[in-house]
């Protein structure tokens, strides 16, 4: 445990270490072309309401000691032993071509569970945590059905603009070459650009809830006739306040759509709404413990009298263990705050949060996976999805709001078999 009193640095009572460092001629498919005017009034109340305007103050109810936990020796996780090889799966031969090119041949646990039955049409329920290969798990059937006929359509909802476009590059990867176009529909991002990507030829639409009840309220998304639907971290959706969006969305899809479901928990409004939609979905469950084994966490004891900023400057300073950090805080101002004062003080940083620009943040996001910057402040917009490699560390600036924020937020270190650290400031 981190402790800090009147002195700049943290004094430290235990050691720890660091680890290792889509366009063509309009065939139909989504866009109906009208009602360009439409309104943009939020199904159910303010867009995105909810949950995400209440700021609770749940931390005080989380016990600091589950925010340590010492770990030394890098320990793997139990292997798993597929039944399937990629190449048993019953899909079309230049999909089999495309998944042996990313050097994919074992399925992991949730795609070697689910992907049989949901290429027979079953609906999918998948309670599994990041990082478990959900996104292929889904992709799979729905590029097959469309390989297959291309007049199928697919919709793909996920909480934030960061994990829907990590979607749609994992979609383009298994889809090059096969003329299966798909659009990303964010906010944040000029809605001119997506109609136009709408009204061309397009298979799949991947996007955030506000953006994609915008553009079915414009007629420019017609989910009468898509019947692949899914639903990615559908928890996390549920605590930003999109439930009624997801709702009014699912509503407008045909009753013989095939839904994928995946959450890292199952709330009861997610559990009813999974029972309203789906039909007799196989549950798939692969939950790996809360926290990784690869994940050594302490916590920096600060105090009224400590200057907080110049805590984390001294171990941001120790550049051969905090390569490449990772530094969560809650609120969207406090973010850019912390992010502009580091860069005074000569660190390379930057910033994602919802009031940044949405190709300033791509940009930022880009900028830290290409190690050109080294510190990324961000909101828990980052805290699920994203898959950034070789993050040595996640500080916790500010305790987050629920535990399971926490070990989302401290998942994304500690990844591949790699050692990562996550610290959090408390007092």
């Not at 998944?99 to 027979?120: F, T, V």
């Not at 994928?260 to 309203?276: C, D, G, Q, V, W």
């Not at 898959?387 to 399971?404: L, R, S």
Request: contains cysteine; proline residues 4%; charged residues 30%.
């Amino acid at each position: 445990m981190y402790n800090n009193t009147k002195q700049r640095g943290p004094s430290r009572s235990s050691n720890y270490s660091s680890g290792g460092r889509s366009g063509g001629a309009s065939r139909g498919g989504f866009s109906s072309g009208g009602n360009r005017g439409g309104g943009r009034s939020s199904f159910g109340g303010s867009r995105g309401g909810g949950n995400r305007n209440k700021r609770k103050s749940s931390y005080e109810r989380i016990d600091v000691s589950r925010f340590i936990s010492k770990s030394t020796v890098v320990e793997k996780e139990e292997i798993y032993l597929p039944t399937h090889t990629f190449g048993d799966f019953k899909i079309e031969a230049k999909l089999k071509l495309a998944i042996a090119n990313k050097n994919y041949i074992y399925p992991s646990p949730i795609q070697d569970k689910s992907i049989p039955h949901s290429l027979e049409g079953r609906d999918i329920l998948g309670i599994a945590d990041t990082g478990t290969g959900k996104t292929a798990a889904f992709l799979i059937p729905i590029l097959n059905k469309i390989i297959k006929d291309k007049n199928e359509t697919a919709i793909i909802i996920a909480p934030t603009r960061e994990l829907a476009i990590q979607i749609e590059k994992e979609c383009n990867d298994l889809a090059r070459g096969m003329q299966i176009w798909s659009v990303v529909c964010v906010g944040g991002a000029p809605i001119s650009a997506q109609i136009r990507g709408l009204r061309r030829e397009c298979n799949i639409v991947i996007g955030t809830p506000g953006r994609l009840l915008d553009l079915v309220k414009r007629g420019e998304i017609d989910l009468s006739t898509t019947r692949s639907v899914v639903l990615d971290e559908a928890d996390r959706m549920l605590d930003m306040g999109f439930i009624n969006d997801i709702t009014f969305l699912l509503e407008k899809t045909p009753n013989d759509r095939q839904g994928f479901f995946f959450s890292a928990t199952l709330p009861k409004p997610i559990e009813k709404l999974i029972e309203r939609f789906a039909s007799d979905p196989v549950k798939v469950m692969v939950k790996t413990r809360d926290t990784s084994k690869n994940v050594e966490q302490d916590v920096i004891r600060i105090n009224r009298d400590t200057n907080k900023i110049d805590v984390l400057c001294d171990l941001l300073d120790k550049e051969d263990e905090f390569k490449k950090v990772l530094i969560f805080s809650e609120m969207k101002h406090a973010v850019e705050k912390l992010s502009v004062e580091l860069i005074k003080r000569g660190y390379k940083a930057g910033s994602i949060h919802g009031d940044k620009r949405h190709n300033d943040r791509q940009k930022t996001l880009l900028k830290f996976r290409n190690n050109e910057i080294h510190i990324m402040v961000a909101t828990d917009v980052a805290a699920r999805g994203l898959d950034i490699p070789e993050v040595t560390h996640v500080i916790n600036y500010e305790i987050p709001q629920t535990y399971d924020t926490y070990i989302h937020r401290i998942g994304r270190t500690g990844r591949a078999d790699k050692k990562g650290v996550a610290l959090t400031f408390v007092g």
